[in-house]
T-cell receptor, first 108, second 113 residues
Framework: GEDVEQSLFLSVREGDSSVINCTYTDSSSTYLYWYKQEPGAGLQLLTYIFSNMDMKQDQRLTVLLNKKDKHLSLRIADTQTGDSAIYFCAERNDKLIFGTGTRLQVFP | KAGVTQTPRYLIKTRGQQVTLSCSPISGHRSVSWYQQTPGQGLQFLFEYFSETQRNKGNFPGRFSGRQFSNSRSEMNVSTLELGDSALYLC????????????FGQGTRLTVV
């Protein structure tokens, strides 16, 4: 079946690292994505990873993929108040299947 | 390079009316997908158009329809609006649609009263 799960909330102190987790069910997904949504805005593509990769790093963002456990994570280093938003993971076959979103709150 | 443009940004309609939303993809992109976002159901896939053909469809009633023009611009239409159709409608643009990056517009916020 198609189901992508995320925890609903994450609260971190400014300057700390944030780790947002996601589990998916479709092992045939070839791409996995992370999107960011700020209030009143659309979805901003942050990064993506091929299913044959274990890790991808892009500046402050690190994506880890455990294909065996169907687990995806997004680590944000040195989290800033501007990182406060909802983060969605998504898997893709013929369409994007989104998780429920994790609301990240960064406090000073 | 211009991003994905959705118009209008906001709409208020009455139950029973119909509405048309527009999406202009990134130049050169041929795939346009539509998603509905609500607090209760999250992000759900409506349909995808590629080269003027509907290539994939989600589980929405026939009141939801779409089309794509030769310039890749897409429209979606919702007829006989219901209160539950109130949502943020997002359009995603990608080059081929399959296994490529998808870029989203800002969305159209539809409120049905």
């Amino acid at each position: 079946g198609e189901d992508v799960e995320q925890s609903l909330f994450l609260s971190v102190r400014e300057g700390d690292s944030s780790v947002i987790n996601c589990t998916y069910t479709d092992s045939s997904s070839t791409y996995l994505y992370w999107y960011k949504q700020e209030p009143g805005a659309g979805l901003q593509l942050l990064t993506y990873i091929f299913s044959n990769m274990d890790m991808k790093q892009d500046q402050r963002l690190t994506v880890l993929l455990n294909k065996k456990d169907k687990h995806l994570s997004l680590r944000i280093a040195d989290t800033q108040t501007g990182d406060s938003a909802i983060y969605f993971c998504a898997e893709r076959n013929d369409k994007l299947i989104f998780g429920t979103g994790t609301r990240l709150q960064v406090f000073p | 390079k211009a991003g994905v443009t959705q118009t209008p940004r906001y709409l208020i309609k009455t139950r029973g009316q119909q509405v048309t939303l527009s999406c202009s993809p990134i130049s050169g992109h041929r795939s346009v997908s539509w998603y509905q976002q609500t607090p209760g159901q999250g992000l759900q896939f409506l349909f995808e158009y590629f080269s003027e053909t509907q290539r994939n469809k989600g589980n929405f009633p026939g009141r939801f329809s779409g089309r794509q023009f030769s310039n890749s611009r897409s429209e979606m239409n919702v007829s006989t609006l219901e209160l539950g159709d109130s949502a943020l409608y997002l359009c995603a643009s990608s080059s081929t649609g399959m296994n490529t990056e998808a870029f989203f517009g800002q969305g159209t916020r539809l409120t049905v009263v």
